[in-house]
Every structure is written in structure tokens, then in C-alpha cells.
């Protein structure tokens, strides 16, 4: 039943999770560390959903899909996906907060891979209002900057492979008010994004280079000269 597939969800929730260290200021002004779990990535489940809708896509090459039947199947798919949520009991989120917070990032994934670019994303935005509802606001106020962190890098890690289904070019934080720049705390326990490398960085510099060859050149001349 639908209680059931929500405690399989749950469950699946240890393997995603991880502990964060915030900040937090006391009554008396006094700031201490805190650590609190939060997603690093969507469901397994999720994500095997996106992965074979991207296969299908790739499967169909004489002729392939026309932008404007690509567009149809994954709103299609998209609209699946948010009626399935809606199908989940109140009693389910009420139960277990973590699963509100990991569909939110789960959704909001989704979401910015099949909704249409030109789209409001207004279906969507109703299902995370809907599980925002579940989640108490003093958590969400500390786990927010990290799960839509999170999201962006969900999102910028799979891009590539899911580049095919992926209709908004703007990509998480394009309109969102949250930056993708969100300072978080640190230690995380996230695989850092590849930074931009230096193609010569390590060759010796031109004037070092210059000066052992006048030094070269000048030993040579006094040998020939001898």
C-alpha cells in the first residue's frame, strides 16, 4: 500500500543522508556547533527513474524524438511523477519529517530536469509547498541552504548524462532566490566540483630558462675558443 512504499522510502533515506556541523546562536546570545543530518543526494529510486527515461530517449535514433515530442513525454513523465506524491498520505509525512525533506529535494531534482523551460513550474511548486507544510520551520530554516546546495550539485553532476531530458537550461538557483554560491558550513562530507586547471602551471619561468642558456652558451664559447 501506500503506507508501506512510504516506510521503503524511509528506509532508503539512511543511505543519502549525512551529518552537517551549522551554526547556532543561543538565547543568551552565545553561538555554538551543531550537527544535523540532511539529504546529499535523491533517492535511489529517483534516481534509477531519471537514468531509464534518459536510456529510452537515447534508444529511439532512426528518426529521434522531435524537441516538441521530447517536451510532451518528459511533462508526461513529470506529471506522473507529482501525481504519485500526491497519492502519499498526510499520515506517512506527518510521521517522518526526514522523508518531507528528502522529497523536496527529490522533486525539486525532477522538476528542473523534465518541467519545460518556458514552463512556471506551477505543479511542481504546489508539491514542495505541499511537503514544506510537513517539515518544522526552525529545522528547515538550518537544512534549507544545504539541501538546495545539494540540489545543485545533484543536478551539475548528472547534467551531462541526463543532458538529453534535461529541458531547463537554467538549471537549479537559475530561478530560484537561493544562489548557487550558498556558503555552507564546513566539514561536509560532499565530492568538491572540479575546479578550472592551469595547463602550464608547472613549466620553470622564461627568464629562468633564458639565463641557463646564456650560461650554456657562454661555457661552449670558452671551450671552442680553447
Keep these: 500500500g501506500a503506507e508501506g512504499g512510504g516506510s521503503a522510502l524511509a528506509g532508503d533515506i539512511r ?4 551529518e552537517a556541523e551549522v551554526a547556532v546562536e ?3 546570545g552565545e553561538v555554538k556547533k551543531d550537527r544535523i543530518l540532511v539529504p546529499s543526494a535523491p533517492l535511489p529510486l529517483t534516481y534509477r527513474t531519471l537514468f531509464n527515461i534518459a536510456t529510452a530517449i537515447h534508444s529511439v535514433q532512426d528518426p529521434p ?5 521530447r517536451e510532451r513525454l518528459l511533462s508526461a513523465v513529470l506529471a506522473s511523477f507529482l501525481a504519485a506524491l500526491a497519492r502519499l498520505p498526510d499520515a506517512v509525512l506527518e510521521s517522518c519529517e526526514a522523508l518531507a525533506v528528502q522529497l523536496f529535494l527529490d522533486v525539486s531534482l525532477a522538476s528542473h530536469l523534465l518541467a519545460p523551460a518556458r514552463s512556471n513550474h506551477s505543479p511542481s511548486q504546489a508539491a514542495l509547498r505541499r511537503l514544506q507544510e510537513f517539515i518544522d520551520p526552525i529545522d528547515w530554516s538550518f537544512q534549507e ?5 545539494n540540489l545543485a550539485k545533484a543536478f551539475q553532476r548528472c547534467a551531462l548524462l541526463l543532458g538529453m531530458q534535461s529541458q531547463s537550461q537554467r538549471g537549479p538557483g537559475g530561478d530560484d532566490k537561493q544562489p548557487l554560491s550558498t556558503s555552507l558550513p564546513k566539514p561536509l562530507n560532499l565530492l568538491p566540483m572540479a575546479s578550472t586547471q592551469k ?6 619561468a622564461v627568464e629562468a630558462w633564458s ?13 671552442w675558443d680553447a
Design 15 to 18: 543511505k543519502v543522508w549525512e
Design 65 to 69: 524524438l522531435a524537441s516538441a515530442v
Design 199 to 204: 595547463r602550464f602551471g608547472y613549466l620553470p
Design 26 to 28: 543561543s538565547e543568551d
Design 211 to 223: 639565463q641557463v642558456g646564456g650560461a650554456e652558451g657562454g661555457e661552449g664559447e670558452e671551450e
Design 145 to 149: 541552504p544545504l539541501v538546495r546546495a
